[in-house]
């Protein structure tokens, strides 16, 4: 990958993120756990673990939705929550894949990311409140989480295929 289009394609893939974390913001979500999201953006995250070749240009793109992000409409406490989760759920998802690299698909590898997205959010909350007690939400979200983890994997998935058939994509090993 040429220097100009990794720079060029991870400033696409945070433009979408950001596309789709604005979107999603508008989404009322009737969840049964009050606060759960769809994760939207994190879709854009599952793409560029299987398309970028470099795991710091990965998170790189994540770093950076979650600063633009909260620029456009965030505020200090949604970036903390932000980067616990999404650091954990990084770190699980390099770890699913590269453990299970032959067992573990796209779909697993993101719903194993949004089970440890919300673990580290809840880490942040527990240190917020000063109460550990808060993990006992932690089943609920679970089942959100990986429910829209699952969700975002079977997109992921999706998209990711399409573009293996992309002249450029052709030479990735994008299924790995």
């Known amino acids: ?7 060029v394609f991870i400033g696409l893939l ?8 604005t979107i999603e913001s508008m989404i009322p979500v009737p969840f049964i ?14 793409i560029a673990l299987y398309t970028l070749n470099s795991k710091k240009d990965v998170f790189l793109v994540i770093i950076l939705r979650l600063l633009l992000s909260t620029m456009f409409g965030g505020n200090l406490s949604t970036f903390m929550y932000g980067v616990a989760g999404a650091i954990l759920s990084y770190l ?3 770890l699913v894949k590269t453990l299970g690299k032959d067992k573990v698909s796209i779909i697993g590898v993101s719903a194993s990311g949004a ?11 527990s240190a917020m409140v000063q109460n550990i007690a808060i993990m006992l ?7 959100a989480g990986v429910g829209t983890g699952i969700f ?4 992921a998935n999706f998209i ?12 990735f090993n994008i299924s790995e």
């Open 14 to 21: 945070v433009a979408q993120a950001l596309a789709l974390y």
């Open 152 to 155: 975002i994997g079977i997109g």
């Open 137 to 143: 939400y932690l089943p609920i979200l679970s089942i």
């Open 33 to 46: 756990a009050p606060g759960a999201k769809l994760g939207l953006a994190n879709l854009i995250t599952v």
């Open 115 to 125: 089970l440890f997205h919300n673990v580290g959010q809840l880490f942040v909350a």
């Open 160 to 171: 990711v295929n399409h573009m293996s058939k992309l002249p450029y994509f052709r030479n």
């Open 1 to 7: 990958m040429s220097k100009t289009f990794r720079i």
């Open 92 to 94: 699980a998802m390099i």
